[in-house]
């Protein structure tokens, strides 16, 4: 079945770290997306690419980074300069005029 | 972007009760979408709304997209415990960009 995986599940971070999460698709889509979900509220996008080789900032994209070399995959860094990592890191992908398609997420903790 | 805004931000009924979460826009949307989201899950896709006045049912779900394009809402006809979780309500933003509201959460008491 196609879908979106997201690697890991739980990661922590230690302060000055940065940390990859990674994003891999098998749907053929062409847009990916990065959304940060805090506690009891809405998703907010960090980046969105349209299609290989191309991204763009999204609300919150300050202290973090992306990478679209390959059309399946879509990783997200967490730098250093982001002072309030912690959340709900959720990975999408679509095609125009459908749905997201979600992966799992992945649950970041500073310690 | 143009704000999208949710209302309530909770609800807790009985089992049986029925269910509606708004959606609400001060400037026309594009087209609305509606997701789920389970306790420790991911959103999940239910429906999208493109047309003006559009009803769409799935079941005891009933989408509603107002006349205006400025709002939306989703009615759960006698809600079970398995419809627990929290609904977003979403617009196309920009260039298959999304803005979504921030969700009701649902609680449903057996």
């Known amino acids: 079945d196609g879908g979106i995986t997201q690697s890991p599940k739980y990661l922590f971070r230690k302060e000055g770290q940065n940390v990859t999460l990674s994003c891999e698709q098998n749907l053929n889509h062409d847009a990916m997306y990065w959304y940060r979900q805090d506690p009891g509220q809405g998703l907010r996008l960090i980046y969105y690419?349209?299609?290989?080789?191309?991204?763009q900032k999204g609300d919150i994209a300050e202290g973090y980074s992306v990478s679209r070399e390959k059309k399946e995959s879509f990783p997200l860094t967490v730098t250093s300069a982001q002072k309030n990592p912690t959340a709900f890191y959720l990975c999408a992908s679509s095609i125009p005029g459908r749905g997201y398609t979600f992966g799992s997420g992945t649950r970041l903790t500073v310690v | 972007g143009q704000q999208v805004m949710q209302i309530p931000q909770y609800q807790h009924v009985q089992e049986g009760e029925d269910f509606t979460t708004y959606c609400n826009s001060s400037t026309t949307l594009s087209n609305i979408q509606w997701y789920k989201q389970r306790p420790g899950g991911h959103p999940v896709f239910l429906i999208q709304l493109v047309k003006s006045g559009e009803v769409k049912k799935q079941k005891r779900l009933t989408f509603q997209f107002g006349e205006a394009k400025k709002n939306s809402s989703l009615h759960i006809t006698a809600t079970q415990t398995t419809d627990v979780g929290t609904y977003f309500c979403a617009d196309f933003y920009n260039n298959n960009d999304m803005r979504f509201g921030a969700g009701t959460r649902l609680t449903v008491k057996p």
């Open positions: 690419s349209q299609i290989v080789n191309d991204f």
